[in-house]
């Protein structure tokens, strides 16, 4: 039944109308899987001389063991955020002599090769090979140690599925387990319950006692029994149809209407803003990217002004970024019935661009906040924001006509790569590296004053094009008009 699951899957593939995209995009993330799983076994074979050299009373092996809470805190992270679910399209399978379990069975099979399940074993097996190398440890209690921490590493993968499921849907949940981590980390740091110990400690006792890494082990069978429960309970055809939704009131936004004919479309947008699962989502992951900046503020001597500016464009158009990027995908389901309205390309992208306004000059003002750090920071940010609107705005429109995958707005933002191409991740180097390089390029040879009116006035002038801007983009969008129809079609699962 495996191999009857893998040759439909493999047939699907190949017969679907993006393939071209879908294999293009598997292959350049092959390539940059190879190189992220060099630098990783690098990392874990140089690990031990570094450690080595940075402690004179404690063993590499003793020092890692202090620290794996954090990286298996990181890792949940990296893969609640980053890690796509397996898919299959149930549907056809629950109406054959299939059993439900047999299904279950193969999605968490086919779940386990994944790349984030490479993560530990290229860190800390060269590692751990290190150790035993050089006689820190004997074999068994190293061969024990590893099972332990991979075993952890394998349990976090099938605890995502519960956690993916649980916390996408629900935002005020993600949030206040985001919050119960962080207090965690904190009340660690400061040693005041020192959770990171006690699993060092764990730890340790593995390498006196090798039988305990059963722990670990059992802890991987026990989640992959529960999530096999969970997901067979959950796979039926009454659990996959649509649940009659209850009506949600939303405010008639009557001042929109001093936007003439903008109007309907940006009250359309909005309200197809607060009402989807992904774009919710999108807003929430774009109030959390305002605090982008603490990462890099506190110690801004430290970083060149051209980081500055990438941070700067990046908080006050991240709203932009990530919503633009899928313009007109958010409207493929109705899209071929805006062709038949009284509606004009123009119109659509010019409504687009007032949002995108709105958003960056929201963004800009809750940015101000960080004057604190310095005027720097917030004159790159004011001068970026201008960038943003008269430059990145129209080459995010352009990029849509490039758009012709579907976007299900009913699912989450997370870990859900429906609708991306090779549009979505080419995007954004013309949008956030080039005005950094602009920005290096005018600060060689002039002031920082004199670069910050440049680049403001080189946005303003995007900005007085705006016109000119829209009626060739609007043209192109013309000239890909069926091409997005037929692309907006397919449903991808």
């Known amino acids: 039944m495996f191999v009857k699951f893998l040759t ?30 060099f630098g990783l076994w ?27 809470l954090f990286y298996f805190v990181a890792e949940l992270g990296l893969r609640f955020f980053m890690q796509q679910l397996p898919i299959l399209n149930v549907k056809p399978f629950l109406i054959q002599r299939i059993s439900r379990s047999s299904i279950t069975h193969y999605l968490l099979s086919k779940s386990v090769f994944s790349f984030y399940n490479l993560l530990a074993p290229l860190l800390f097996i060269p590692f751990a090979l290190a150790c035993w190398s050089v006689g820190d440890y004997a074999t068994v209690p190293i061969l024990g140690w590893l099972a332990a921490v991979l ?17 996408s849907a629900n935002w005020r949940l993600t949030s206040v387990a985001l919050i119960i981590v962080a207090v965690l980390i904190l009340l660690d740091y400061s040693h005041l319950l020192s959770v990171s ?37 959950r796979l039926y055809l009454e ?45 929430v992951t774009g109030i959390i990217g305002l605090l982008y900046g603490l990462i890099f503020y506190p110690n801004q001597h430290a970083n060149s002004q051209g980081m500055l500016v990438f941070v700067g464009i990046f908080m006050t158009g991240l709203f932009m970024f990530n919503f633009g990027q899928f313009v007109p995908a958010w409207d493929s389901s109705y899209y071929p019935l805006i062709h038949t309205q009284r509606i004009g390309i123009t119109d659509y992208l010019g409504a687009k661009s007032l949002l995108f306004y709105a958003s960056i000059i929201l963004a800009t003002i809750l940015t101000i ?19 943003n609107i008269g430059i990145n705005v129209p080459i995010i429109l352009f990029f849509g006509t490039y758009n012709k995958k579907r976007v299900d ?8 790569y429906q609708g991306m191409g090779a549009t979505q991740w080419i995007i954004m180097l013309p949008a956030m590296l080039i005005p950094v390089l ?37 043209q192109r969008y013309q000239a890909r008009k069926y091409a997005m129809l037929e692309g907006f079609k397919q449903v991808s699962e």
């Open 369 to 387: 906040p960080y004057l604190y750090f310095g005027r720097e920071i917030l004159l790159i940010n004011l001068v970026t924001a201008v960038y």
């Open 151 to 167: 075993g952890t590493s394998l349990s976090l993968h099938f605890f995502n599925f519960s956690a993916q499921h649980t916390l």
């Open 409 to 416: 707005l009913d699912k989450s933002q997370f870990f859900n």
């Open 42 to 68: 690098s990392i874990g074979h140089n690990m031990y001389d570094i450690l080595d050299e940075s402690s004179d009373s404690l063993f590499p092996m003793q020092q890692v063991n202090r620290f794996l």
């Open 438 to 474: 602009l920005w290096s390029i005018i600060h060689a040879f002039v002031s920082f004053e004199i670069t910050c009116l440049i680049f403001g006035t080189i946005g303003i002038i995007g900005l007085c094009l705006r016109a000119v801007f829209l009626k060739s983009i609007a």
């Open 197 to 233: 110990d006690q699993m060092a400690s764990f730890f340790e006792l593995i390498l006196l006692r090798p039988l305990l890494c059963i722990l670990p082990l059992a802890m991987v069978a026990a989640a992959y029994l529960w999530i096999h429960r969970s997901l067979r309970q």
């Open 239 to 283: 659990s996959n149809t649509n649940k009659q939704k209850r009506s949600i009131a939303f405010a008639d936004l009557r001042w929109l209407d001093q936007l003439g004919r903008y109007a309907p479309l940006i009250r359309l947008d909005l309200k197809l803003l607060w009402r989807n699962k992904r774009t919710k989502t999108m807003l």
């Open 8 to 37: 439909l899957e493999w047939k699907s593939l190949f017969r679907s109308a993006h393939v071209g995209h879908s294999i293009l995009i598997k292959i350049v993330l092959a390539i940059f899987g190879l190189l992220l799983a």
